[in-house]
C-alpha cells in the first residue's frame, strides 16, 4: 500500500481564519514532505520532516505552521493567509530523506484564499 | 546544482497514437529517475521508476530507460488513450543526503478521440 491522504479536498477560507491541513501515512515512513502547487507548474517544496523534527523549511512565511504529532500525521496550520496562497497543497512522504527513495504523494488540498 | 528540462508541450495527439515526452537531466552523482502523472484536479502519482543506468521503468504501457550516457529518461507509450490525458512529470532525487526531488516544468499531454 503507497498510500497517503489528505484532508480536507478543498478549503475556502478568509484572511483572518485559522485552519489547518492534514496528512497521514501508514508505509512506515520517517520522512515527510509538505509542497506548494500553482496552477500550470511543478510542486515547489515547502518543508521536510525527518523522524517527526523540523529539518528543512525552504523559507516559508511563518503563516504557514508545520506539525508532526507522529510518524504517521503531518499538520498544516494556516493563519492570516493572503490570496496568492491559494493553490493546491500536496504532502508526500519517503522511507527516509537521506537517499534517493521515491516520494509518495496524497491527493492534495485545494485552497482558495478570499 | 540538479536540473530536469522536458519537452513542456502541449502535446496533443489522436487516440492510439506513439507518445514520446524527452527528459533530459543533469545531477551529481547517480540519482534516482521518476516520471509522475497527475490528472486534471488531482494530485501527482508515480508512474514509474529507474534507480540506476539501463533500467527500465514500466507501468501501465508506458516505459522509459535510464541512459546515463545521453542523461535522458524519455517516457514513451506505444498507443496511448484518451484516459491518459494529464500533466506529466519528470523528477530526480539525487544520493548522499539529498532531500530534494528535482521536477521539471511539466507536459500537458491531451489525447482526442
Known amino acids: 500500500d503507497t498510500e497517503v491522504t489528505q484532508t480536507p479536498k478543498h478549503l475556502v477560507m478568509g484572511m483572518t481564519n485559522k485552519k489547518s491541513l492534514k496528512c497521514e501515512q501508514h508505509m512506515g515512513h520517517r520522512a515527510m514532505y509538505w509542497y506548494k502547487q500553482k496552477a500550470k507548474k511543478p510542486p515547489e517544496l515547502m518543508f521536510v520532516y525527518s523522524y517527526e523534527k523540523l529539518s528543512i523549511n525552504e523559507s516559508v512565511p511563518s503563516r504557514f505552521s508545520p506539525e508532526c504529532p507522529n510518524s504517521s500525521l503531518l499538520n498544516l496550520h494556516l493563519h492570516a493567509l493572503q490570496p496568492e496562497d491559494s493553490a493546491l497543497y500536496l504532502c508526500?512522504?519517503?522511507?527516509?530523506?537521506?537517499?534517493?527513495?521515491?516520494?509518495?504523494f496524497g491527493p492534495g488540498t485545494r485552497l482558495l484564499v478570499l | 546544482g540538479d536540473s530536469v528540462t522536458q519537452m513542456e508541450g502541449p502535446v496533443t495527439l489522436s487516440e492510439e497514437a506513439f507518445l514520446t515526452i524527452n527528459c533530459t537531466y543533469t545531477?551529481?552523482?547517480?540519482?534516482?529517475l521518476f516520471w509522475y502523472v497527475q490528472y486534471p484536479g488531482e494530485g501527482l502519482q508515480l508512474l514509474l521508476k529507474a534507480t540506476k543506468a539501463d533500467d527500465k521503468g514500466s507501468n501501465k504501457g508506458f516505459e522509459a530507460t535510464y541512459r546515463k550516457e545521453t542523461t535522458s529518461f524519455h517516457l514513451e507509450k506505444g498507443s496511448v488513450q484518451v484516459s491518459d490525458s494529464a500533466v506529466y512529470f519528470c523528477a530526480l532525487r539525487s544520493g548522499a543526503g539529498s532531500y530534494q526531488l528535482t521536477f521539471g516544468k511539466g507536459t500537458k499531454l491531451s489525447v482526442i478521440p
Open positions: 508526500a512522504s519517503s522511507q527516509d530523506t537521506g537517499g534517493r527513495e521515491t516520494q509518495y
Open positions: 545531477a551529481t552523482g547517480y540519482p534516482s
